[in-house]
């Protein structure tokens, strides 16, 4: 079984960027639609972008307008563009397919810390 690998996370200064990354298995890539989920610590894991086999995305309200989604289908790969940060973004990231999350496909996550 190989899993999604999610790179990209970090530490940022609120307002900063960050950019990650996704390599998802071909078998699931071109087919279904797919998601960035987040967990942070003490709360339930949420979706907050996803994009369809056609490219069409939708975005939580929390991060509508600051993170875009987008996807490389020659390459396997899954983005997640995040601008102006907050405290609140603090989380391990998580990409899947959406709107749940299949349960043989998460992965490690990869962690984002935004502070004030």
């Known amino acids: 079984q190989v899993q999604p690998v999610e790179s990209g996370g970090g530490s940022v200064q609120v307002g900063g960027s960050l950019r990650l990354s996704c390599v998802i298995p071909?078998?699931?890539?071109?087919?279904?639609?797919l998601g960035w989920h987040r967990q942070a610590p003490g709360k339930q894991r949420e979706l907050v972008a996803s994009i369809t086999p056609g490219d069409g995305t939708d975005y939580a309200d929390s991060v509508k307008g600051r993170f875009t989604i987008s996807r490389d289908s020659t390459k396997n790969l899954l983005f997640l563009q995040m601008n102006s940060l907050k405290p609140d973004d603090t989380a391990l990231y998580y990409c899947?397919?959406?709107?749940?999350?299949?349960?043989?496909?998460w992965g490690q996550g990869t962690q984002v810390t935004v502070s004030s």
């Open positions: 899947n397919t959406a709107p749940s999350g299949h349960p043989n496909y």
């Open positions: 071909g078998k699931i890539f071109n087919f279904a639609t």
